[in-house]
């Protein structure tokens, strides 16, 4: 079912006319009968004011099932398990981008997209014809989302995440003093110094996890 749709099926449901609704919403009627006709779709700052008419969630007046998002959910986590692993790049930074449109403030999904984007910078510079204007976007967008992440995300794991991909991004770009900086003060360890110094307790960190994932099995 269409918004349209069911937007005429709760105008019923109410005992309202065409023109009753659009004068309560302040548009023409035959605005409407497009919508309940499939010709076109109301304003988004629409929304909100036919949930309080209909007395309902915007969930229900668009459609969108507790199943829905549940699969919705499970889609994208199974996506966000292999992306550091995904060898297909490009397919990665789509998936990341929806799962961060469709979920803006979850911090794990703007961290995969932070670091899909540094691949396609990595990418793009080992190509044969490299462009700059790609590449400094992918960077800049890069590391404006591992700042959100660093300013707003309070679980520490994905701050660690954040602050790491930040300087990754930074140290490949040459910006070695902002790195350093970033290191010396958002790094977790106040006792790290340098980029490199993080980077490398990083990966150490990393194989000692590896290394023991493996005992365990």
Same mark, same amino acid.
């Given at each position: 079912?269409?918004?349209?749709?069911?937007?005429?099926?709760?105008?019923?449901?109410?005992?309202?006319?065409?023109?009753?609704?659009?004068?309560?919403?302040?548009?023409?009627?035959?605005?409407?009968?497009?919508?309940?006709?499939?010709?076109?779709?109301?304003?988004?700052? =629409?929304?909100?004011?036919?949930?309080?008419?209909?007395?309902?969630?915007? #969930?229900?007046?668009?459609?969108?099932?507790?199943? #829905?998002?549940?699969?919705?959910?499970?889609?994208?986590?199974?996506?966000?398990?292999?992306?550091?692993?995904?060898?297909?790049?490009? %397919?990665?930074?789509?998936?990341?981008?929806?799962?961060?449109?469709?979920?803006?403030?979850?911090?794990?999904?703007?961290?995969?997209?932070?670091?899909a984007e540094y691949q396609l910078a990595f990418d793009e510079n080992l190509s044969e014809n490299p462009s700059s204007e790609f590449f400094n976007e992918m960077i800049e967008n890069s590391l404006r989302r591992y700042e959100i992440i660093i300013e707003e995300c309070t679980d520490t794991e994905i701050y660690s995440k954040a602050v790491l991909?930040?300087?990754?991004?930074?140290?490949?770009?040459?910006?070695?003093?902002?790195? #350093?900086?970033?290191?010396?003060?958002?790094?977790?360890?106040?006792?790290?110094?340098?980029?490199?110094?993080?980077?490398?307790?990083?990966?150490?960190?990393? #194989?000692?996890?590896?290394? =023991?994932?493996?005992? %365990?099995?």
């Amino acid at each position: 079912m269409t918004i349209g749709e069911r937007i005429k099926a709760l105008r019923r449901q109410n005992g309202m006319t065409q023109e009753k609704l659009a004068e309560y919403l302040c548009v023409s009627y035959q605005a409407v009968s497009k919508w309940e006709c499939g010709l076109s779709n109301p304003d988004l700052s =629409l929304i909100y004011p036919l949930t309080k008419l209909f007395n309902i969630s915007a #969930d229900e007046l668009l459609g969108i099932t507790v199943a #829905d998002n549940d699969m919705t959910i499970k889609k994208y986590n199974s996506a966000l398990q292999k992306y550091r692993t995904n060898q297909d790049h490009n %397919s990665s930074y789509w998936w990341a981008k929806e799962a961060s449109l469709a979920y803006p403030k979850n911090y794990n999904y703007l961290e995969w997209l932070a670091f899909a984007e540094y691949q396609l910078a990595f990418d793009e510079n080992l190509s044969e014809n490299p462009s700059s204007e790609f590449f400094n976007e992918m960077i800049e967008n890069s590391l404006r989302r591992y700042e959100i992440i660093i300013e707003e995300c309070t679980d520490t794991e994905i701050y660690s995440k954040a602050v790491l991909g930040k300087i990754m991004v930074l140290r490949f770009s040459e910006r070695i003093g902002e790195a #350093d900086w970033s290191a010396e003060f958002e790094y977790p360890d106040m006792n790290i110094k340098t980029a490199t110094q993080a980077l490398y307790l990083f990966e150490e960190g990393q #194989d000692l996890l590896n290394y =023991l994932e493996n005992e %365990s099995k």
